[in-house]
Each structure stands twice: as C-alpha cells, then as structure tokens.
C-alpha cells in the first residue's frame, strides 16, 4: 500500500495546485486489522507546506482511494486517513537534548 501511493503520488496524476511541484515521503501505513482503514503517514520534503499537503490529499482522497484500489488487489478499498508525520521532529528534539552538555554530563555519570 506504502509503495503504491508513493508510486502514485510520484506520477503526478494527482491535480490539485497544492501538490503540484510538493515532494513527499511516505514514511508509514498503518492498516487496520479488518483492512477496512489505512493511515498514512507522509512529511514533506524540507518539512515545509504539510498543512497545505494535508488538505490536499484529504480533497483527492476519493480519487486516490479508486487508483489505491486498482493498484493494490483488496476485498475492500480501505477508507484512507492522512496524518503528518511529527516522527523526525521528535528525533531530532531528542538528539538535541541528548548533545546538551548538562545532560551529557549526566549521563556519562
């Protein structure tokens, strides 16, 4: 499913001006246990613009549900949900509480 929507976002069958000339990462789907819901997980390269990528890709959800649907051979086209992915922002604030010298010190205790 992952690798079909990135597939399908790279095709630029997609026409909405907000994703005209956006590139995004599929970092994760998570399917439902009945494959009935499928959240997807993106971030936007340079981590600029997701708000406007988020309703874009809730404005072609229907669109994208039908080509998912083709792609991907399922009893059921699962009802897509699009959440930013805040995963590297928390990385990255850990690392940086990690390299702060008090907190070294800490733990190097």
């Known amino acids: 499913m992952r690798h079909a929507f990135a597939q399908l976002l790279a095709s630029g069958e997609i026409h909405d001006p907000d994703l005209q000339g956006a590139t995004v990462t599929v970092t994760e789907v998570r399917m439902s246990p009945d494959l009935r819901n499928a959240n997807i ?58 390299k ?3 907190v070294r010190r800490d733990l190097d205790s």
């Open 41 to 98: 997980f993106f971030t936007p390269l340079g981590g600029e613009g997701g708000p406007a990528i988020l309703k874009a890709l809730k404005r072609a959800a229907p669109f994208i549900r039908r080509r998912l649907a083709e792609a991907v051979q399922m009893r059921v086209a699962p009802q897509l949900w699009f959440e930013l992915d805040t995963s590297f922002d928390s990385a990255n604030r850990i690392e940086t509480v990690l």
């Open 100 to 102: 702060d010298p008090q």
